[in-house]
């Protein structure tokens, strides 16, 4: 099973190379502890106690093969980028700068999909900041020089199914902050009312802010106001890279 979802979760992947910022050295995320509240009984505490362990010590296996399956898929993309990058910097004596291993999202390539097909579950569920953790982690391993972004992006509305789920409901803004404490998502073209106040906005960015400063990292915020619609309305962008979605109330 969990070979069939990590050959998914890499397939459905694509990767994208683009100039930017030097990417920050990356150091692999520690667990400092799990606490767990379960009932053990006198006569059976020791038996009951291995058996939490070993579900333990099972997700942190596939944790780590997950990581380290999607890294060796990237890094066959990201060497070819590598190669052709060095190749074209030599012959017209420019410096090449390194690559950009994000998986980019655009339309039916979707980022959503993938982490749909290792959760088995829609994008919102459990399981869908673990593997915004993976994603990100097998990310910054490719054993490449990187720039740029070099991380996770989750584009509400570039990527058709994430739309999709939007309209759903089965995630939301609260939801993109959380997966952004394990990865540098923030908030990519999230629709909002065209009557946001000025307030309003300076409330969502100062989440955003917030989050950034905690957490010691850059964060975005790509907000759209959509011009006389309100919560509830559907979105009506005619740009071929933004895909209609509904439009939440903010609190």
């Known amino acids: 099973m969990?070979?069939?979802?990590?050959?998914?979760?890499?397939?459905?992947?694509?990767?994208?190379?683009?100039?930017?910022?030097?990417?920050?050295?990356?150091?692999?995320?520690?667990?400092?502890?799990?606490?767990?509240?379960?009932?053990?009984?006198?006569?059976?505490?020791?038996r009951q106690i291995a058996?939490?362990?070993?579900?333990l010590r099972e997700a942190q296996r596939d944790f780590d093969a997950a990581v380290a399956e999607l890294t060796r898929q990237l890094t066959i993309h990201a060497r070819v980028a590598?190669?052709?990058g060095t190749e074209v910097a030599s012959h017209y004596g420019w410096t090449f700068m390194g690559v950009d291993p994000t998986p980019a999202p655009l339309a039916d390539v979707s980022i959503g999909a993938a982490?749909?097909?290792?959760?088995?579950?829609?994008?919102?569920?459990?399981?869908?900041?673990?593997?915004?953790?993976?994603?990100?982690?097998?990310?910054?391993?490719?054993?490449?020089?990187q720039i740029g972004y070099s991380g996770l992006m989750l584009p509400v509305m570039e990527d058709k199914l994430l739309a999709r789920r939007w309209a759903e409901g089965t995630y939301d803004m609260d939801g993109l902050l959380a997966y952004s404490a394990v990865c540098a998502t923030g908030l990519d073209t999230v629709p909002l009312p065209g009557d946001v106040s000025?307030?309003?906005?300076?409330?969502?960015?100062?989440?955003?802010?917030?989050?950034?400063?905690?957490?010691?990292?850059?964060l975005a915020?790509?907000?759209?106001?959509?011009?006389?619609?309100?919560?509830?309305?559907?979105?009506?962008?005619s740009d071929p890279y933004l895909f209609n979605t509904s439009i939440h109330p903010l609190p």
């Open 2 to 46: 969990i070979r069939a979802r990590l050959a998914a979760l890499s397939l459905l992947l694509a990767t994208a190379c683009a100039a930017g910022a030097q990417a920050p050295a990356y150091t692999r995320p520690k667990v400092r502890a799990i606490t767990a509240f379960v009932s053990l009984e006198r006569a059976s505490y020791a």
């Open 51 to 55: 058996a939490t362990l070993a579900i």
């Open 82 to 84: 590598e190669t052709i």
């Open 115 to 145: 982490i749909e097909a290792f959760t088995g579950a829609k994008f919102g569920a459990g399981g869908t900041m673990t593997a915004a953790l993976i994603i990100t982690t097998a990310v910054k391993a490719v054993p490449v020089r």
């Open 198 to 218: 000025e307030a309003q906005l300076m409330r969502i960015y100062g989440d955003v802010a917030s989050l950034a400063w905690k957490w010691h990292k850059p």
């Open 221 to 237: 915020a790509r907000l759209l106001p959509v011009t006389g619609r309100k919560a509830g309305d559907q979105t009506d962008f």
